[in-house]
Antibody
Framework: EVQLVESGGGLVQPGGSLRLSCAAS????????MSWVRQAPGKGLEWVSA???????YYADSVRGRFTISRDNSKNTLYLQMNSLRAEDTAVYFC????????????????????WGQGTLVTVSS | EIVMTQSPATLSVSPGERATLSCRAS??????LAWYQQKPGQAPRLLIH???TRATGVPARFSGSGSGTDFTLTINGLQSEDFAVYYC?????????FGGGTKVEIK
């Protein structure tokens, strides 16, 4: 069964740092296109960052330069290092898989997400 | 950035009736449009991708249509488990963007 389990959320002061983890089972993180998506309390969804199979990374403007997405292949885990945190970063952070597709010997991301983890809450407050 | 606008914000529907949800893109998303369902306290669940392709295990009462800037999610014969918030997402361009959501509530 494909499963994603996030951890690492919590309360942090403005300007602080936090590292989120997303442990995957049932598939290999490095062979998939992975993303982080967040949801502020009572609000909609906001894509945050993506990590492609070849190592290419993408970031939303709101987090570029502050957040870093990475993976540990030996642990089959995706990470999000969050620095210089702001109150507006308060949200539930979901990791999500995009298994992509291959055609004519090349593989590509779909950029839609299935499945998602259950999320981990990050609260930035003094 | 492609801005996604969903309407209405809230839709009141009786069980067994049809719900029609709209999603409009500020510029063309081609057919690179996905729909997700989210229930309280849960993660989003993929329903539709590529505008009209149902994800694995999604009931046939869910259907998607549209291309370019106008998209529709239709739910025929609403069942109790369908009352939730629905989000559209474009993946035609970076950054990937979501609509603000439509809450489908029991009338």
């Amino acid at each position: 069964e494909v499963q994603l389990v996030e951890s690492g959320g919590g309360l942090v002061q403005p300007g602080g740092s936090l590292r989120l983890s997303c442990a995957a089972s049932g598939f290999t993180v490095s062979s998939n296109y992975m993303s982080w998506v967040r949801q502020a309390p009572g609000k909609g969804l906001e894509w945050v960052s993506a990590l492609y199979t070849a190592g290419t990374t993408y970031y939303a403007d709101s987090v570029r330069g502050r957040f870093t997405i990475s993976r540990d292949n030996s642990k089959n885990t995706l990470y999000l290092q969050m620095n210089s945190l702001r109150a507006e970063d308060t949200a539930v952070y979901f990791c999500a898989r995009d298994k992509g597709f291959c055609a004519n010997g090349e593989c590509y991301a779909h950029n839609w997400f299935d499945p998602w983890g259950q999320g981990t809450l990050v609260t930035v407050s003094s | 950035e492609i801005v996604m606008t969903q309407s209405p914000a809230t839709l009141s529907v009786s069980p067994g009736e049809r719900a029609t949800l709209s999603c409009r893109a500020s510029q063309s998303a081609a057919s690179f449009l996905a729909w997700y369902q989210q229930k309280p306290g849960q993660a989003p669940r993929l329903l539709i991708h590529t505008s009209s392709t149902r994800a694995t295990g999604v009931p046939a009462r869910f259907s998607g249509s549209g291309s370019g800037t106008d998209f529709t999610l239709t739910i025929n014969g609403l069942q109790s488990e369908d009352f939730a918030v629905y989000y559209c997402q474009q993946y035609n361009d970076w950054p990937l963007t979501f609509g603000g959501g439509t809450k489908v509530e029991i009338k």
